[in-house]
């Protein structure tokens, strides 16, 4: 019976096993990265710090990230272990197999891993950037661009490396078993360890998202606002806890979170791919594609440069010749890949990769559109900062909205049309196969596009330490400059990242479904799922799905304004206690801040994740699995809603309050500049906190249910 | 065959058609309710207007009030009679019965008359109010809760006249049809009935929601924030235009939105109890259960009243125990009205007209708990303002988005409970009936819940006729009181609008499929529906679906921001080129104002209502059904939540700032409530544009879907 439900035998090529040759292409090519990453990091480290006193801030900055990474593993160590045991009891009782745990744990560990050393080369970084600048706008982008290369390859590196040993250490530990058992038993492990990425990913988004925003809320509320000061003023106890806060915010953060999204939609697909008949060569394709799409974001790479006068148009061209070169490679290789493992009759899902790339190309240019203030939606935005705060506010949201159609537009567009066209409508698993394939697609130029995504905070840490090493005018406005590229890769990055969080969701869904179909087969049980959305199960799992994400941002935003609220008074504190201090005499006393920001976010952590963890275990004991289905569709539907609209409408708040400084509508200093800040303010935990943090939401509740699957179907009540 | 899958004859009764005398009762309290609304209305013109000048100024505002009126339902017209002669195509193509185009227009007559006379009733009251303010708060408060009444009775009282007509007339009609005929096509056909009622309540909640709040913002940001006059100050030229916004929008939008949630919860379960097998008796049930709603809601009037000396707090507990009382005889009578149409096995049914009361009274609380400064809700986001614009900003936001968790856990549990204590686990349909009934028992104390809704924009009126007249501090400060308490009583409506809506929604989507299910019958077409959520089909519905509010809120909220950006610059314009205005010398040209806003608002309600009738007429068309039905559900899930979030938002800022004046924080001047009108101005729009447009949109959305259901069937692409 479940050969035939499965599918098994109607689309299923001739098992290939582990004599495909293809299949050494995923190590090697994380090896590759990994290689190349260690090649950007030392031709990095050849640049000078610059000046003493540059070193030293730099110091401060690394000292600080350090030390709350460190902090933050620590408390998240006791969550990892806590969860182990359970997952270890759960193994006793019969519900998991016996590598589930250590899955789990390796999860967390490579995705932490990844975000310690994309953060440790950040902060090596950004004083270089500084000191290149002093010589010119290109040359502070090759470090810069470096810098993130590191981080983009070393977090492809380390998910195709995790899911590499995996794959081949389950394939001998269960080579005795046949095929179709075999492949299946390896990829439900393997998405448990999606489970431990995504459980990091949360972590170090919310954590590192609540640290950097309520230090960067609180500096700029005191800072800039109250005593106007500059940003990044050396006399703002609040600044090096603000700098501290975009790497371990944006930048570790981001790279735990990218590491999830990437290694969760290769793992989704290859749950699918058994599902859709199509075995070990189902699981060799996404594995096959991620390892291509990393070679070719080596190559996109190298053509990142330009002339040493390069204006910042040609700085963004340049950066898109490289993307654009990386997703050209990857669609003409992936023709012969899907040829070579699928074959001629299912060349259908070559054209579901091509959607997804295509995809995150359409999402890209439609984020730029809304946050750009090259375009009109943002130039509305700064438009309504003349008539003050509330409409500053009301107008970015709109636009926020307003930028969810062509979202989901796209999004709708590559499902269906993924679906279709592998032939969904004869072979139902078939269809949501590709458009698990779509995803993997969509985030092939991973590597690339982190590498343009995770500049930007780098070179806005060079900017801070321009600052604060009292820089010339000339280096600031260099920085400012990439700075500012980096708000729209970054933005054309964040989008990137819903679009596949979407799909990956969705590909989720549908592996759980087929678990549950696996597990009640295995217990002999004859489930029956009815997923009508009429179902009041279904139906209520909807409702309450949809409202996790509105919770979760409630929660991530309070926890920030918390935050900010505690970095407020001390910086307030401070300004009048130190004498001297706004004079430039007196010294800030920048632990302080840093220790605030620190405790807090630990502490506001912890919330958040646990509504994460334990509603899809309730709503699974509550109202079963088609509960649970309900659920995770309803947190999919409006977390990808809001996430979009977040955002957005930071961005384009962002990049209005920029165009205002610019020397628009007044400029600097005036009405329309305050209430620009406003705004940005305001956007500033909405795409910095929240928002991305939903991305990783909706996959976790996901990942959540399948671990505790077998246990909710043979104990849910109802 | 199509008896038995509507489970006819299992749950069926015997047929009593019109011998049940029951059936008398809606008539019977339709033409009480509206004698008691004439009675009212009567007592009122008892009072006097007062002085000379505030006769003036009610003239003004109600001549203001009417040419926006008769300019709106002018432009509505149009759209009416295109949709009229489109029906009337689809009639003699043979996709609709002769009668559903008279239904579409009477449906949309209806409503509109409802927000005439209720609108018209307030204009004659406000006057009356602030008069009676020099008295005592009592003696305001009787004449202004007396003219909420009429409202509220009109509304009812209108609503159960046209259901009665049409239900009489088509029994008359089809006579000779056999029973589950003929109620079936009597139910459909009244469902089209729905339609016209929220299309019209969706251009009053658009157009007057655009008019009030472009206005109201626009008046305050160049009066309050620029030029420092206090709110309703005669030398504002936005000021007439305001006060006219207050009627146009919130009591004749008002009056038409509940008009249609009304009508539509009924017509729903109508539709429902076909399906469910209970013919004829189940249609009485929630025309009785309204009937009984009315009468009990005129008891409780009675309970309204205070001793001459009441506080603030007493007068709120008088306007409560009415309420109370009305919920009590209903939730007696109802046990019996249930055991004499169904039967004692049946009594499930009672409890779903229970849990539906009972529901409402929940989210009552649970929106008083959000939106009064009372609770440590509303306190946080007062608090927040002393920090800044950003942070009130950030703090309400966050309100809103956690008031989503048990407005939704309250909807979920009426649903689930409603569904399983009326036999839904044995027969679906059945259970989904009970689910109707909840949303009918939810909105069954309507004529009183409305009336302690309308009364609050009367005050606020009262308010602006005191200022503008110069009356004694002391009447400002009592019709402030009662202005004050009536935004608590309007966000307890305001949720409980928006509870129901998400009920009747989901009714309607239920009565969709069986629609769906009868055309293809009577096709002779073989209709299998997969409403699975991972049906491509549904789940690319269900996203565009969830899409659609937010598309409409950016919509809603960018036409607000238009209007108030051109009504700034007139008012600034006047400011200048008037001579001696801001001295109290010149005289303000409101004129102009209230012509600007008229204008732009009509203007501007015609994308938002064309996206609201056309995207479920095209979903159908391109994914047929399935799309459909994942549409209205993915509008639904986003709409209710968006809804909930930008009501109670609104509803916590516009406390807040009342908070802070009260003395709190600094008070009136001080830099929090600056930041506190931020968060005042921008829940503006939030609640009461585009948060109560959202209700209705969830509804129309599925009544067009009904309309064309009969055309989608026979023409849709995939």
Same mark, same amino acid.
């Given at each position: 019976?479940?050969?035939?439900?499965?599918?098994?035998?109607?689309?299923?090529?001739?098992?290939?096993?582990?004599?495909?040759?293809?299949?050494?292409?995923?190590?090697?090519?994380?090896?590759?990265?990994?290689?190349?990453?260690?090649?950007?990091?030392? !031709?990095?480290?050849r640049?000078?710090?610059?000046?003493?006193? $540059?070193?030293?801030?730099?110091?401060?900055?690394?000292?600080?990230?350090r030390?709350?990474?460190?902090?933050?593993?620590?408390?998240?160590?006791?969550f990892?272990?806590s $969860?182990?045991?359970?997952?270890?009891?759960?193994?006793?009782?019969?519900?998991?197999?016996?590598?589930?745990?250590?899955?789990?744990? #390796?999860?967390?560990?490579?995705?932490?891993?990844a975000?310690?050393?994309?953060?440790?080369?950040?902060?090596?970084?950004?004083?270089?950037?500084?000191?290149?600048?002093?010589?010119?706008?290109?040359?502070?982008?090759?470090?810069?661009?470096?810098?993130g290369?590191?981080?983009?390859?070393?977090?492809?590196?380390?998910?195709?490396?995790?899911?590499?040993?995996?794959?081949?250490?389950?394939?001998?530990?269960?080579?005795?078993?046949?095929?179709?058992?075999?492949?299946?038993?390896?990829?439900? !492990?393997?998405?448990?360890?999606?489970?431990?990425?995504?459980?990091?990913?949360l972590?170090?988004?919310?954590?590192?998202?609540?640290? !950097?925003?309520?230090?960067?809320?609180?500096?700029?509320?005191?800072?800039?606002?109250?005593?106007?000061?500059?940003?990044?003023?050396?006399?703002?106890?609040?600044?090096?806890?603000?700098?501290?806060?975009d790497?371990?915010?944006?930048?570790?953060?981001? &790279?735990?979170?990218?590491?999830?999204?990437?290694v969760?939609?290769?793992v989704?697909?290859?749950a699918?791919?058994?599902?859709? &008949?199509?075995?070990?060569?189902?699981?060799?394709?996404?594995?096959?594609?991620?390892?291509?799409?990393?070679?070719?974001?080596?190559? =996109?790479?190298?053509?990142?440069?330009?002339?040493?006068?390069?204006?910042?148009?040609? %700085?963004?061209?340049?950066?898109r010749?490289?993307?654009l070169?990386?997703?050209?490679?990857?669609a003409?290789?992936?023709?012969?890949?899907?040829?070579?493992?699928?074959?001629?009759?299912?060349?259908?899902?070559?054209?579901?990769?091509?959607?997804?790339?295509?995809?995150?190309?359409?999402?890209?240019?439609?984020?730029?559109?809304?946050?750009?203030?090259?375009?009109?939606?943002?130039?509305?935005?700064?438009?309504?900062?003349?008539?003050?705060?509330?409409?500053?506010?009301?107008? =970015? $949201?709109?636009?926020?909205?307003?930028?969810?159609?062509?979202? #989901?537009?796209?999004?709708?567009?590559?499902?269906?049309?993924?679906?279709?066209?592998?032939?969904?409508? #004869?072979?139902?698993?078939?269809?949501?196969?590709?458009? &698990?394939?779509?995803?993997?697609?969509?985030?092939?130029?991973?590597?690339?596009?982190?590498?343009?995504?995770?500049?930007?905070?780098?070179?806005?840490?060079?900017?801070?330490?321009?600052?604060?090493?009292?820089?010339?005018?000339?280096?600031?406005?260099?920085?400012?400059?990439?700075?500012?590229?980096?708000?729209?890769?970054?933005?054309?990055?964040?989008?990137?990242?819903?679009?596949?969080?979407?799909?990956?969701?969705?590909?989720?869904?549908?592996a759980?479904?087929?678990?549950?179909?696996?597990?009640?087969?295995?217990?002999?049980?004859?489930?029956?799922?009815?997923?009508?959305?009429?179902?009041?199960?279904?139906?209520?799992?909807?409702?309450?799905?949809?409202?996790?994400?509105?919770?979760?941002?409630?929660?991530t935003?309070?926890?920030?304004?918390?935050?900010?609220?505690?970095?407020?008074?001390?910086?307030?504190?401070?300004?009048?206690?130190?004498?001297? %201090?706004?004079?430039?005499?007196?010294?800030?006393?920048?632990?302080?801040?840093?220790?605030?920001?620190?405790?807090?976010?630990?502490?506001?952590?912890?919330?958040?994740?646990?509504?994460?963890?334990?509603?899809?275990?309730a709503?699974?004991? %509550?109202?079963?699995?088609?509960?649970?289905?309900?659920?995770?569709?309803?947190?999919?539907?409006?977390?990808?809603?809001?996430?979009?609209? $977040?955002a957005?409408? &930071?961005?384009?708040?962002?990049?209005?309050?920029?165009?205002?400084?610019?020397?628009?509508?007044?400029?600097?200093?005036?009405?329309?500049?305050?209430?620009?800040?406003?705004?940005?303010?305001?956007?500033?935990?909405?795409?910095? #906190?929240?928002?991305?943090?939903?991305?990783?939401l909706?996959?976790?509740?996901?990942?959540?249910?399948?671990?505790?699957?077998?246990?909710?179907?043979?104990?849910?009540?109802?």
């Amino acid at each position: 019976m479940r050969l035939s439900r499965l599918g098994l035998g109607k689309h299923r090529k001739e098992a290939t096993h582990m004599s495909n040759p293809l299949i050494y292409l995923a190590p090697i090519g994380s090896i590759i990265a990994l290689l190349f990453a260690g090649y950007f990091a030392s !031709t990095l480290r050849r640049y000078s710090e610059g000046t003493d006193e $540059m070193k030293a801030i730099a110091a401060a900055i690394r000292e600080g990230s350090r030390a709350f990474l460190r902090r933050q593993y620590q408390t998240v160590a006791i969550f990892f272990f806590s $969860m182990f045991t359970l997952l270890y009891v759960l193994v006793f009782m019969g519900y998991l197999n016996v590598f589930v745990p250590w899955a789990f744990i #390796t999860g967390g560990a490579f995705s932490g891993l990844a975000g310690f050393i994309g953060m440790t080369t950040a902060t090596y970084t950004s004083a270089r950037v500084t000191n290149q600048a002093k010589t010119s706008l290109n040359a502070a982008l090759r470090v810069a661009f470096a810098g993130g290369s590191v981080m983009g390859l070393v977090v492809v590196g380390l998910g195709l490396l995790d899911l590499s040993i995996w794959y081949f250490l389950l394939n001998y530990v269960y080579q005795a078993m046949a095929e179709a058992d075999r492949i299946q038993i390896i990829t439900s !492990t393997m998405l448990n360890f999606g489970m431990g990425a995504s459980a990091m990913a949360l972590f170090a988004r919310v954590g590192g998202g609540i640290y !950097t925003k309520g230090a960067d809320v609180g500096a700029d509320l005191v800072g800039k606002v109250e005593a106007g000061i500059p940003e990044d003023d050396p006399r703002n106890p609040g600044v090096i806890a603000d700098n501290v806060g975009d790497n371990v915010g944006d930048i570790a953060g981001l &790279g735990a979170d990218l590491y999830e999204s990437y290694v969760g939609s290769i793992v989704a697909t290859c749950a699918l791919a058994v599902a859709a &008949g199509f075995g070990t060569v189902g699981v060799l394709v996404p594995l096959t594609m991620a390892a291509v799409g990393v070679l070719a974001s080596i190559v =996109g790479m190298s053509f990142v440069r330009t002339g040493e006068t390069a204006t910042q148009g040609e %700085l963004l061209k340049a950066i898109r010749r490289g993307v654009l070169v990386s997703g050209g490679i990857i669609a003409i290789i992936s023709w012969f890949v899907i040829i070579a493992l699928l074959g001629w009759e299912n060349i259908g899902m070559y054209f579901a990769v091509l959607f997804g790339l295509l995809g995150g190309i359409a999402i890209g240019y439609s984020t730029e559109y809304f946050t750009s203030s090259e375009y009109k939606a943002t130039k509305t935005v700064a438009e309504s900062a003349i008539t003050g705060h509330a409409t500053v506010i009301i107008q =970015g $949201m709109s636009v926020g909205m307003l930028s969810i159609a062509p979202f #989901t537009l796209v999004i709708v567009f590559t499902i269906l049309a993924s679906f279709v066209v592998a032939g969904g409508l #004869t072979s139902f698993n078939v269809g949501l196969y590709a458009v &698990g394939l779509a995803a993997v697609g969509m985030l092939s130029t991973l590597g690339i596009t982190m590498a343009t995504d995770a500049y930007g905070p780098i070179a806005d840490n060079a900017g801070g330490i321009a600052e604060m090493s009292a820089q010339s005018k000339e280096v600031r406005q260099r920085t400012d400059a990439l700075d500012s590229l980096g708000n729209t890769t970054a933005a054309t990055g964040k989008g990137f990242c819903i679009g596949s969080a979407a799909l990956t969701a969705l590909a989720l869904i549908v592996a759980y479904r087929e678990q549950v179909f696996l597990i009640a087969d295995d217990l002999g049980m004859d489930m029956v799922l009815d997923l009508s959305i009429v179902n009041p199960k279904v139906l209520g799992g909807l409702l309450l799905g949809g409202m996790l994400p509105f919770l979760f941002s409630s929660l991530t935003m309070q926890a920030v304004g918390r935050t900010a609220q505690m970095v407020v008074l001390e910086v307030r504190r401070q300004f009048k206690e130190i004498p001297g %201090l706004l004079e430039g005499t007196g010294k800030a006393d920048y632990a302080t801040c840093v220790d605030i920001c620190a405790k807090a976010s630990l502490k506001e952590m912890v919330w958040p994740a646990a509504v994460a963890m334990l509603s899809p275990l309730a709503m699974g004991i %509550l109202l079963g699995v088609e509960g649970v289905i309900g659920l995770l569709t309803g947190a999919l539907l409006s977390g990808f809603m809001l996430a979009v609209f $977040m955002a957005n409408a &930071g961005g384009s708040w962002d990049n209005a309050k920029k165009y205002i400084e610019e020397g628009n509508h007044g400029g600097k200093g005036s009405e329309a500049h305050k209430a620009a800040v406003t705004g940005d303010t305001v956007g500033d935990p909405f795409k910095d #906190t929240s928002g991305p943090s939903l991305d990783i939401l909706i996959k976790l509740i996901s990942m959540v249910s399948l671990v505790f699957a077998s246990f909710v179907v043979q104990n849910a009540l109802f």
